[in-house]
């Protein structure tokens, strides 16, 4: 099974969950939010295909306080893969990043995650305030 990314960049970022985080873009949105941070990230035939095991691998090797975020484009569009990948991760410390609402998200991903961030993007709504999110309509939540 292969995964499409956009970019990963390790161990680098503190806006993207607690802690110091790696984020893995994924490459493909089906949202096309007004004002993305990442329009590269919509067209999936733009992306870099990767084996999940592959990626797990890299993962592993490279992300050296094993903390994650899966960001985009939209994990969702990818959610076999996701899932696959992320059940490979089993000991690291997880945050997706959706830009669909909680009751989309497949559950046999929520159980294995410890962050998710849910909401489309709303650049009326943009905030600097709030941790984690881009809109005051997003939700940033703690599962586990």
């Not at 806006?15 to 790696?22: E, I, K, Q, S």
């Not at 007004?34 to 870099?48: F, L, V, Y």
């Not at 484009?73 to 997706?96: H, K």
């Not at 489309?120 to 984690?132: D, G, I, Q």
Request: with cysteine; glycine share 8%; aromatic share 8%.
């Amino acid at each position: 099974m292969k995964i499409y990314l956009n970019s990963i960049k390790f161990n680098r970022s503190l806006v993207d969950g607690p802690g110091v985080r790696t984020v893995v873009f994924f490459q493909g949105c089906d949202l096309h939010c007004k004002g993305c941070q990442n329009p590269s990230a919509w067209d999936i035939r733009k992306g870099t295909a990767v084996g999940v095991e592959e990626l797990a691998n890299l993962l592993k090797k490279e992300v050296c306080n094993k903390k994650i975020t899966f960001s985009g484009g939209e994990p969702l569009m990818q959610a076999e893969g996701l899932i696959a990948l992320v059940e490979l991760l089993a000991d690291f410390d997880i945050a997706v990043y959706t830009g669909h609402e909680l009751c989309d998200v497949p559950k046999r991903l929520l159980d294995r995650i410890r962050y998710i961030k849910t909401g489309a993007f709303k650049e009326e709504l943009h905030t600097t305030v709030t941790p984690f999110v881009g809109s005051s309509n997003q939700e940033f939540r703690r599962l586990h």
